[in-house]
């Protein structure tokens, strides 16, 4: 699916929710009362390509 201006996403990637705004580069992890940000390395077009993204970030957290 496309992703439209003004609107966001969440997903829910490995068990960790992410909310991203469409058309920024940065994506939020929640995290109870203080999210984490991350930089994505593009702007995703696609929810479909917003998760590869996302996928990466989720599992760089679980190898740390």
Known sequence: MELL?????DLCINGKWFH???GE??????????P??????????????LELHLT???ESLASS
């Open 5 to 9: 201006p003004n609107c966001y996403t």
């Open 36 to 49: 984490l940000s991350f930089e994505l390395e593009s702007l995703p077009t696609t929810e479909n390509e």
């Open 20 to 22: 991203y705004d469409h």
């Open 25 to 34: 580069k940065s994506v939020f992890m929640l995290n109870g009362s203080s």
């Open 56 to 58: 990466s970030i989720s």
